[in-house]
């Protein structure tokens, strides 16, 4: 039971961090029909963003406490991120907007690799860790353990999915958001800045994977190789919940949690897991493609 | 005995009703016109004939064959053919592949025959390119075969869409607002074509048209459909005069 | 149908081609034959006169023309996105290989391995075309971005599949295949592949294929049975990227299933972007630049990864269908497809016209 437990919140760690990336996902598919491959990689660079920040303010020149280094690091990286995603769209996919829409799915895929290849060329291959901003804290509760770290992973992922599902149910920009994502011919008409929202949707995109990235970077380490894995579980995370549905990415991001932590559990080899995370996807797109919270889509013809 | 025969076709999108309990028999050799108000659910018939879309309810019969359930390409083969509201030709392939693409069911050789090009490979491509070329003379295409589909102008673009449907060999065809777009001389011009071809491939014509000087000169007969009903039913000259057609219709558009 | 022009040569080139634009029909006939074995014979020369790197590097450039060219099949002539072509070869590879390094041996055929070889390979290409049916049947009910992904998880589940079969060795990988892949067999594979797609290409298929990529609907409507052609080109395109499969894991001699990752599909992918969609002639360019190209890019070192994935962006935004994007080399058209050939039956159809009794009426005022 003890060890149920245990897992339970292993999952919900790593599900938090597959949700927030999931997030980004969904959120440009929802505005621009894109599936944006070089979300996996943009997380990435947003953990390494977060190592040399991190490093940089945890040096003990500067002595500054953890809680603000943390803090500190993770807005930054949050900061770098976006202007990274935005410019990419700039650059690489508002091009193609008029393009098929299979031009911008394979520039979406060569701009990850672009990304994955050029850390490689200058950081290098080696596997690094982020400073330790809290000293780790273990407690025990009814002979279940967890650490300080685990609960900032899980409560900070929950207020991050919560502020933004406030940011597009109730304010204006994610009013305007949902117009640009119904019906982009329009939506310019009602006085909606169509290229800002877009922009708006990739920043807040790419911000909230690098919450997941320092998060991230918090337990596991940082390679240039990391945005491939974790990216893809985080995309069929977003599709599994339904492919433009927010609170769909967020679901489907614990589900694939769960998937991940409880397959080793059940199938005796842990290298099984990609596999049954694929073959649900498989399975997924074939009987119930619009995921589990989506609505399927009428073809006109 | 009727070449086409429905009975209570219904359809529903989610919850909108867009066809309601449609009753039509098509004689062999008949031309017959569908008119109505956008959204009245013609364009739906078509895609319900035609297999595009599964029927709620309803049952449709073309030479005893029941038609659904079964595929597009089933229903194509079985000898029915149409074209679309808007064009839809390949614009990218040649004029000629066009027509050729829709020999494709009653093309019979295999894979392999075609990768290790089999007699039988050769003989049938020969007979599909001569006989596609052959139909494009007929149509007045045949200067343009070689020319992409997209490049042709609007009015042989519409009549291509036409030989396109008549390569497949139809015994019934369905025509969306052919009319679409055309001006008044173009639309002399296609009234000729479809008397023509009903003629000279001895077709029943089904048609879907806004233009009321097309519906009125050459359809035998008319049915108007509203919000997916059908309200009236008979001879241009009945539908003039009929009072309903007149309010749901006739009364927001000017007769051309 | 354009024909690549290269100004510089028009002096030189022009002559020529009009004298043997002369040559009756009977002699000309043969100049592809004869092109076609003199070439082989230069492969199968080849060792004696090319260092083993460049012998390397052609047979390189052979496979990448076989993988290219069958997944043009499906992105280009067909307008569907996969990125799982790697996953097919991986099954061809390790089919292939488990055949040249266990089978044949226990059978105490090792001595006749040479010639088995080309049977290793086509049941591993028949082994990795049944597989292509696991994307044919989704391909009916999705397309698109969806199917894109179909193709994906597909890759990865042939790479996690392979890892977690110990018999073949795992992510370690499998290896003792000898070094069967030479520059002759690889030519004779890419002449062969090249043909076979050709013919497939200007088939009633052939034209199924591209009309779904123009219109799946009105493809149905004008008769095409959508799903056995998607069956035969998934079928078909996965069958050839067995074959590659097969000829690198008896080159590299050194399998393992990381080999045939998302990376190893998206080479491809720029191979067929690059060289131009819907054309093998655009395909044998593409990979042989693409491969080239990296190899002679060698000196910076993992600098050179930057460059596919750049250039496919690039690609994408500026010239979007590749060099050679919907055009065809003339001396891949079918002879009965050349334009000459339409002209002078069309020509046999104006004269009979008067045969028939009437004609469409063509209305002057129709432009």
């Known amino acids: 039971m003890q060890t149920l437990i245990q897992q339970v919140l292993n999952a919900l760690q790593l599900g938090s961090v597959y949700a927030l990336i999931a997030l980004g996902y969904t959120m440009v598919y929802g505005i621009i029909r894109l599936i944006n491959f070089a979300h996996g990689d943009i997380f990435m660079v947003s953990t390494y963003v977060a190592f040399f920040i991190g490093t940089a303010l945890m040096s003990h020149a500067l002595r500054l406490p953890g809680i603000v280094a943390f803090g500190l690091t993770m807005a930054a990286a949050m900061m770098v991120t976006a202007l990274l995603a935005v410019l990419i769209e700039r650059f690489a996919y508002k091009p193609l907007r008029q393009a098929p829409r299979v031009s911008a799915v394979i520039t979406a895929l060569g701009v990850g690799l672009f990304l994955e290849n050029f850390t490689l060329a200058t950081i290098g291959p080696d596997p690094r860790f982020l400073p330790r901003f809290f000293s780790v804290q273990t407690f025990t509760v009814g002979g279940v353990a967890f650490s300080n770290i685990q609960i900032i992973i899980i409560a900070v992922s929950a207020a991050v999915m919560l502020l933004l599902d406030t940011i597009v149910r109730r304010t204006m920009v994610g009013m305007a958001m949902r117009a640009v994502s119904w019906d982009k011919s329009t939506a310019p008409l009602m006085g909606v800045p169509v290229d800002s929202i877009i922009s708006i949707t990739f920043a807040i995109g790419a911000s909230i994977a690098a919450v997941g990235g320092t998060l991230f970077g918090m337990v596991y380490t940082v390679d240039p190789y990391m945005g491939i894995r974790i990216g893809w579980w985080a995309f069929i995370s977003a599709v599994v919940g339904g492919i433009g549905n927010i609170r769909g990415a967020m679901v489907g991001g614990y589900i694939l949690g769960f998937v991940e932590i409880f397959t080793p559990v059940i199938l005796p080899a842990s290298t099984y897991r990609d596999f049954v995370a694929f073959s649900m996807l498989l399975l997924l797109l074939i009987f119930r493609p619009y995921g589990i919270l989506g609505r399927p889509v009428a073809q006109k013809v | 005995m009727p070449i086409l025969r429905i009975r209570g076709l219904t359809h529903y999108f989610g919850g909108l009703r867009a066809v309601h309990d449609f009753h039509l028999d098509l004689e062999p050799g008949e031309l017959v016109g569908i008119i109505g108000p956008n959204g009245a659910g013609k364009t739906t018939v078509f895609n319900l004939i035609t297999g595009v879309y599964r029927p709620t309810e309803g049952e449709i019969f073309f030479n005893g064959h029941n038609l659904v359930g079964k595929r597009p390409d089933q229903i194509v083969s079985l000898g029915i053919a149409r074209t679309f509201q808007t064009i839809r030709l390949f614009k990218e392939l040649t004029v000629l592949d066009n027509v050729r693409i829709a020999h494709f069911a009653r093309t019979r050789y295999g894979v392999m025959s075609a990768m290790f090009r089999l007699p039988q490979y050769v003989r049938e491509e020969a007979e599909i390119r001569e006989r596609a070329l052959e139909l494009l003379d007929l149509m007045g295409l045949l200067e343009q075969a070689n020319w992409v589909a997209s490049s042709l102008p609007y009015g042989l673009q519409r009549r291509l869409e036409i030989a396109r449907a008549l390569a497949t060999e139809p015994r019934l065809l369905l025509l969306d607002e052919p009319a679409a777009g055309m001006n008044p001389g173009e639309i002399a011009d296609l009234m000729e074509l479809i008397q023509w071809i009903r003629r000279r491939f001895d077709l029943t014509i089904l048609l879907i048209e806004h233009q009321m000087r097309v519906v009125m000169g050459i359809c035998e007969r008319i049915k108007v459909l509203d919000f997916g009903e059908t309200i009236a039913e008979g001879t241009p000259a009945e539908i003039q005069s009929n009072p309903r057609v007149i309010e749901a219709y006739l009364g927001e558009e000017a007769i051309a | ?367």
């Open chain 3, 1 to 367: 149908m354009k024909r690549p022009s290269f100004s510089f040569l028009t002096p030189v080139l022009t002559p020529v081609r009009v004298a043997y634009a002369s040559l009756p029909f009977s002699v000309r006939r043969w100049t592809m034959p004869i092109l076609l074995v003199l070439f082989f014979v230069v492969a199968l020369l080849s060792p004696s006169f090319i260092n083993l790197y460049w012998q390397q590097v052609l047979i390189y450039v052979g496979i990448n023309i076989i993988l290219t060219a069958s997944l043009n099949l499906v992105n280009g002539y067909m307008g569907e996105f996969s990125v799982g072509h790697a996953g097919f070869m991986a099954v061809g590879a390790y089919v292939a290989s488990i055949l040249t390094v266990w089978v044949f041996p226990r059978w105490g055929l090792e001595a006749y391995i040479a010639y088995l070889f080309p049977i290793a390979l086509l049941v591993g290409g028949l082994a990795a075309g049944l597989t292509g049916l696991v994307i044919a049947f989704p391909s009916f009910r999705t397309r698109g971005d969806y199917l894109a992904i179909v193709t994906l998880a597909w890759n990865m589940i042939v790479k996690s599949v392979l890892e977690n079969i110990d018999a073949i060795g795992g992510p370690r990988g499998f290896m003792g295949m000898q070094k069967l892949t030479s520059v002759a067999w690889v030519y004779v594979w890419v002449v062969f592949t090249i043909y076979l797609l050709r013919n497939l290409v200007y088939s009633n298929f052939g034209r199924g294929t591209l009309s779904i990529r123009e219109d799946e609907i009105a493809s149905s409507l004008v008769s095409v049975d959508t799903r056995k052609v998607k069956i035969t080109v998934f079928v078909v395109a996965a069958f050839f990227a067995g074959i590659a499969g097969g000829l690198f894991a008896h080159i590299i001699q050194f399998i393992n299933p990381r080999s045939f990752s998302i990376l190893k599909s998206t080479d491809v992918l720029v191979m067929v972007y690059l060289g131009g969609i819907s054309s093998l002639g655009g395909s044998i360019l593409g990979a042989t630049v693409y491969t080239v190209l990296l190899e002679l890019l060698r000196p910076l070192q993992v600098w050179r990864w930057v460059v596919g994935p750049l250039l496919l962006v690039l690609l994408m935004i500026f010239r979007p269908r590749g060099i050679m994007g919907m055009q065809e080399w003339p001396f891949l058209i079918p002879r009965e497809e050349r334009a000459e050939r339409v002209a002078a039956l069309m020509e046999r159809i104006r004269g009979r016209r008067e045969a028939f009794a009437a004609t469409a009426p063509v209305g002057g005022s129709s432009d």
